[in-house]
Structures are given as structure tokens and as C-alpha cells.
């Protein structure tokens, strides 16, 4: 059974102009120059952050498995914390495009005092305590593949193809093309492109949230619009870009209007539903975006995206339609 959701009585809260770029190259450099210089008071330094420990008794009785998973998701967490109040701020210290184990030292740095403050040293504490319990039982060393625990809760699978319907002009017939799944990292799943013209063996790229990191020219990306563990009523913002084409981008606002099990193909996800509006910009010209984008909340895989424009980039209507079994 499908999902309905409303529109009625939204309400939509200010946000913040579009953040600028910030390249993993030019990250350290920045880091470091920030740790030196200080903000004269008005934020916390990474030194007054102190870790806020957990008791290791929490822990007794995990294997190094459940271990290796919650550090997983603590580390998520921070990331995704710190970007938020990075965005807000304008700082841009944190970019999402590199390892989540380097992140510490930049997550603690000029944060202002508050909630995420004192989130962030709940979960260095934690975090922490985690790795010395992991040392502690000897656990080895992770590898860069997500834990088998954790890739059996998910409702796909490696080497099963994803097919989509897709269509751009409304006008014009649909075509398919398919993801397989090839792998899946601790912070992304790794798909290869089948069936799409000028993407035949190219690489479909999306993280846990289901944000499109990487994809066949031409397609559209997300890189940081999705938050893990999406709640109705939740907002969200970010950008649809072009990678290839820097002056095409729409930023866009959403809201998760329904959550829910839903059904495709026999296979049962838990679907987020997202209703975005937005504006979408292709040089001096802007004109109106709206949509709605499904995923699933366990693995972020696209179940189904509608975008509506003056602007054909942004105009755009896909959805997933069956799974099919890995060749044998």
C-alpha cells in the first residue's frame, strides 16, 4: 500500500542563505587556520569542549561487532551534527566528503555553546569509551566494508539490481535503467549504472541518509540535503547541483510529511516521504522547484522522485520499480 501524506497546515521556518563550497583540499588548511587564530570569545574552542565520558559499564557483555557498529553510528552522528551547525553559521569548517575518523578535532572547534556543544562532548565521550573498551577486548582492526550486522538489517542486498523508471519531459515515454549494488562501505553504498545513456559503467554514489554523492554526468546530485534517522515534521535544506554544470543549482527546503512501511516489488522498506519547494538557478535565471523525494530510512536508497520546473534540469520524475536478483 502506498503512502498519502498532506500538505496542509506545513509550516516552514526561515533558513539560511546556501553555504559555499568547501573543497577537501582546502579543509586542513582551513582547520588549521582557524584552531590558530580563535574568535575572540565568541565561540568555544575545541579545548573547552571536554569529552563527556561514558561509563564503560554500558558496554559490558558487546562484542566487537555491536562495538564496531555503534562506533559507526556515533560517528555519523557527530558529523552530521557539526555540518548542521556549520551551515547555519556560515563557517564551513566541516566537510562531509572526507573520512568520518578524521573529523574530531574539527568537530570540536568553534563550536558556539548550546545543545550541540554539549551533544557533540556526549558523543567524543562516547566515542572515546568505545574505542578503549574495543583495545581493551583486543577487537581488530575495521576495515573499510560496513559491519555484517549491520549490512543484514538493510533491505537490499549486494549484487542486486535496482530498476528505475525515469522520465525528464512529461510528454515523452519513461526508459529504465538499473543499479547494482557492487559494495557496501561503512559511510556509503557503491552502485554500478546500467542502461543509462552516457552512464554505462560509471558509478552511483549515496551515503546512509540518501544523498547522492557521486553520479553519471548529467544526473542530478544531493550532497547534503538528507539527515539520518528522518522524523516526521523534520526539516531539511540543501542543494540540487549539477557537478559538471557549476552555474545549475536549486536550493531547496523540505519536510518529512509521512514515514512509514512501504512496499515494493514484495520487498518492505521504511519509507520517508519529503515534500520540497525551493528555487532553482541556472545563471541569472531562477524560477520555482517543487517535489517530492521518498528513501528509505534504513539504507537511504531512492524509492521515488518528482521535481517539477520552468527549468528542464529540474524537472524530472523517477521511481523504483523492481528489484532484481544478483546474476548467478
Same mark, same amino acid.
Given at each position: #500500500?502506498?503512502?498519502?501524506?498532506? !500538505?496542509?497546515?506545513?509550516?516552514?521556518?526561515? @533558513?539560511?542563505?546556501? #553555504?559555499?563550497?568547501?573543497?577537501?583540499?582546502?579543509?586542513?588548511?582551513?582547520?588549521?587556520?582557524?584552531?590558530? *587564530?580563535?574568535?575572540?570569545? %565568541?565561540?568555544?574552542?575545541?579545548?573547552?569542549?571536554?569529552?563527556?565520558?561514558?561509563?564503560?559499564?554500558?558496554?559490558?557483555?558487546?562484542?566487537?561487532?555491536?562495538?564496531?557498529?555503534?562506533?559507526?553510528?556515533?560517528?555519523?552522528?557527530?558529523?552530521?551534527?557539526?555540518?548542521? /551547525?556549520? +551551515?547555519?553559521?556560515?563557517?564551513?569548517?566541516?566537510?562531509?566528503?572526507?573520512?568520518?575518523? /578524521?573529523?574530531?578535532?574539527?568537530?570540536?572547534? #568553534?563550536?558556539?555553546?548550546?545543545?550541540? !556543544?554539549? +551533544?557533540?562532548?556526549?558523543?567524543?565521550?562516547?566515542?572515546?569509551?568505545?574505542?578503549?573498551?574495543?583495545?581493551?577486548?583486543? %577487537?581488530?582492526?575495521?576495515?573499510?566494508?560496513?559491519?555484517?550486522?549491520?549490512?543484514?538489517? *538493510?533491505?537490499?542486498?549486494?549484487?542486486?539490481?535496482?530498476?528505475?523508471?525515469?522520465?525528464?519531459?512529461?510528454?515523452?515515454? !519513461?526508459? +529504465?535503467?538499473?543499479?547494482?549494488?557492487?559494495?557496501?562501505?561503512? +559511510?556509503?553504498?557503491? @552502485?554500478? /549504472?546500467?542502461? #543509462?545513456?552516457?552512464?554505462?559503467?560509471? $558509478?552511483?554514489?549515496?551515503? @546512509?541518509?540518501?544523498?547522492?554523492?557521486?553520479?553519471?554526468?548529467?544526473?542530478?546530485?544531493?550532497?547534503?540535503?538528507?539527515? *539520518?534517522?528522518?522524523?516526521?515534521?523534520?526539516?531539511?535544506?540543501?542543494?540540487?547541483?549539477?557537478?559538471?554544470?557549476?552555474?545549475?543549482?536549486? $536550493?531547496?527546503?523540505?519536510?518529512?510529511?509521512?514515514?512509514?512501511?512501504?512496499?515494493?516489488?514484495?520487498? $518492505? @522498506?521504511?519509507?520517508?516521504?519529503?515534500?520540497?519547494?525551493?528555487?532553482?538557478?541556472?545563471?541569472?535565471?531562477?524560477?520555482?522547484?517543487?517535489?517530492?523525494?521518498?528513501?528509505?530510512?534504513?539504507?537511504?536508497?531512492?524509492?521515488?522522485?518528482?521535481?517539477?520546473?520552468?527549468? !528542464?534540469?529540474?524537472?524530472?520524475?523517477?521511481?523504483?520499480?523492481?528489484?532484481?536478483?544478483?546474476?548467478?
Amino acid at each position: #500500500m502506498g503512502l498519502a501524506y498532506t !500538505s496542509e497546515h506545513v509550516y516552514w521556518p526561515e @533558513f539560511p542563505p546556501a #553555504m559555499r563550497a568547501l573543497t577537501t583540499r582546502t579543509l586542513p588548511a582551513l582547520v588549521a587556520v582557524v584552531i590558530g *587564530l580563535g574568535c575572540g570569545g %565568541c565561540t568555544t574552542r575545541s579545548g573547552d569542549v571536554r569529552p563527556l565520558l561514558t561509563n564503560p559499564t554500558d558496554f559490558a557483555g558487546w562484542d566487537c561487532e555491536r562495538l564496531d557498529v555503534e562506533t559507526l553510528r556515533v560517528q555519523r552522528r557527530a558529523a552530521e551534527v557539526a555540518y548542521a /551547525v556549520d +551551515e547555519r553559521a556560515g563557517t564551513n569548517i566541516v566537510a562531509l566528503g572526507v573520512g568520518l575518523t /578524521v573529523f574530531w578535532p574539527a568537530l570540536l572547534t #568553534m563550536r558556539q555553546p548550546g545543545v550541540e !556543544s554539549e +551533544e557533540l562532548a556526549r558523543l567524543k565521550g562516547r566515542f572515546d569509551v568505545l574505542q578503549a573498551v574495543a583495545v581493551g577486548r583486543q %577487537c581488530p582492526s575495521v576495515g573499510p566494508d560496513l559491519p555484517a550486522r549491520q549490512a543484514l538489517q *538493510l533491505p537490499v542486498a549486494l549484487g542486486e539490481r535496482l530498476v528505475y523508471e525515469e522520465r525528464g519531459d512529461p510528454r515523452r515515454a !519513461s526508459r +529504465e535503467f538499473a543499479l547494482r549494488l557492487d559494495a557496501l562501505r561503512r +559511510e556509503v553504498l557503491e @552502485f554500478s /549504472v546500467e542502461g #543509462m545513456p552516457g552512464g554505462e559503467g560509471t $558509478r552511483w554514489v549515496q551515503d @546512509f541518509a540518501g544523498n547522492v554523492k557521486g553520479a553519471p554526468p548529467g544526473t542530478l546530485h544531493w550532497p547534503h540535503l538528507l539527515r *539520518l534517522d528522518l522524523g516526521l515534521g523534520q526539516v531539511v535544506a540543501g542543494d540540487l547541483t549539477l557537478p559538471e554544470e557549476p552555474g545549475v543549482r536549486a $536550493r531547496v527546503r523540505g519536510q518529512v510529511v509521512a514515514v512509514g512501511p512501504q512496499t515494493i516489488a514484495t520487498r $518492505r @522498506f521504511d519509507a520517508a516521504v519529503i515534500e520540497l519547494f525551493g528555487d532553482a538557478q541556472r545563471g541569472e535565471r531562477s524560477t520555482r522547484v517543487d517535489g517530492v523525494l521518498v528513501v528509505d530510512r534504513a539504507s537511504g536508497v531512492l524509492l521515488r522522485l518528482e521535481l517539477a520546473s520552468a527549468q !528542464s534540469d529540474f524537472t524530472l520524475q523517477r521511481r523504483l520499480v523492481r528489484i532484481d536478483a544478483p546474476a548467478r
